[in-house]
């Protein structure tokens, strides 16, 4: 039952994913003329994906967490594209970006996670 609720969460939360960041990358480059920018769409879905597991912290059901935390959020989040998108920054000349980008994402997400744990007491 366990891989069910892991699944189930995870197919709510790739394409969600890939809706958020399609959505954040059309709204954010519309009309704009930016070279290289910073990629906000996977930004936008680990500091969700890092409050929502805050807002989790709260709660003591294992069906949730794993429904909700261990599929939903590890399906939205994804920390592998993060590092390659950084890494593609920092190696087109772009390391200014790439540091602000592992800024923004570690230092937002720890403040989201914490709200969100805050808010669940």
Do not use: Q
């Amino acid at each position: 039952m366990n891989i069910v609720l892991v699944a189930l969460g995870a197919a709510v939360g790739a394409p969600l994913r890939f809706l958020v960041d399609k959505h954040m990358v059309a709204r954010l480059l519309l009309g704009a003329r930016i070279e290289t920018p910073l990629p906000w769409g996977t930004f936008a879905v680990n500091i969700l994906g890092s409050f929502l597991l805050g807002l989790l912290t709260g709660v003591g059901n294992h069906t949730i967490a794993l429904l909700v935390g261990v599929g939903f959020c590890g399906a939205f989040t994804t920390y592998s594209t993060f590092a390659a998108e950084t890494t593609a920054l920092a190696s087109s000349g772009h390391r200014r970006k790439a540091v602000l980008n592992v800024v923004l994402n570690l230092g937002t997400g720890l403040v989201a996670a914490v709200a969100g744990a805050w808010l669940s007491k």
